[in-house]
């Protein structure tokens, strides 16, 4: 469907208006630029850029082929051959259509250009004012801790004396604990040793009664003989 020549040259003028708008709605600082750049921010992510990029490169397309066209006319001797390089009106017409139309659009894309920049520029604007801001919040806080009273200062440092002797009590006792559980397993090797050396000591003691027992059965058999 080839769109009419009137139509056409009528939304080039509505797109032109609308970027022309856009780009004096980000001169000046109402709230109105914020909602704008919001809106620009959501257009840019996920596919949007790709759709941008591709309708931009369709409006460079027609209007280069609008130019070549343009060129064709210009360089178009008449029907009759005679050379004298004059042009008919209706080629007149045609070329000024073509170059009116590859105007407004190479005047659009340079807005919509325009548009992107001005978009950048006050996003990194905007960047860098909020880090200018969190640098200087960061500076007060310092300051603000360097200029504390001497009472703190003395306080923190009366906190950490006492930590400190908390933690060599902590040491000292740890010492004596781990002192005390070396002489307990000491003590519990030795008993070991002891109440091995007793059940060794059982032991034999119980063989000797078994070797007595048996003596004195052997003897009492030998006395019931006689």
Do not use: C
């Amino acid at each position: 469907m080839v769109v009419p020549y009137t139509t056409m040259i009528q939304i080039l003028f509505a797109l032109i208006f609308a970027e022309m708008a856009l780009i004096v709605i980000f001169v000046f600082k109402t709230p109105l630029r914020k909602l704008v750049i919001m809106g620009l921010d959501r257009v840019k992510r996920g596919q949007a850029p790709l759709v941008v990029k591709g309708v931009g490169s369709t409006i460079f397309v027609v209007m280069m082929s609008s130019v070549y066209s343009w060129l064709q006319i210009r360089n178009r001797r008449d029907n009759d051959g005679d050379g004298d390089g004059e042009i008919t009106p209706t080629d007149q017409i045609l070329a000024a259509r073509h170059l009116l139309e590859a105007s407004l659009m190479g005047f659009s894309l340079f807005l919509a250009l325009m548009i992107d920049r001005l978009h950048h520029y006050i996003r990194e604007l905007r960047i860098r004012r909020k880090n200018m801001e969190s640098i200087k919040k960061q500076s007060r806080i310092i300051e603000t801790g360097k200029s504390g009273s001497q009472d703190e200062v003395k306080a923190l440092e009366g906190e950490l004396k006492t930590l400190k002797e908390k933690v060599t009590h902590l040491e000292s006792e740890l010492d004596e604990k781990t002192k005390e559980a070396n002489d307990a397993e000491a003590n519990a090797t030795a008993l070991r040793k002891q109440s091995e050396g007793f059940l060794l000591e059982y032991d034999r003691l119980l063989e000797d009664n078994q070797n007595l027992r048996a003596q004195l059965q052997s003897s009492d058999q030998r006395f019931s003989k006689h």
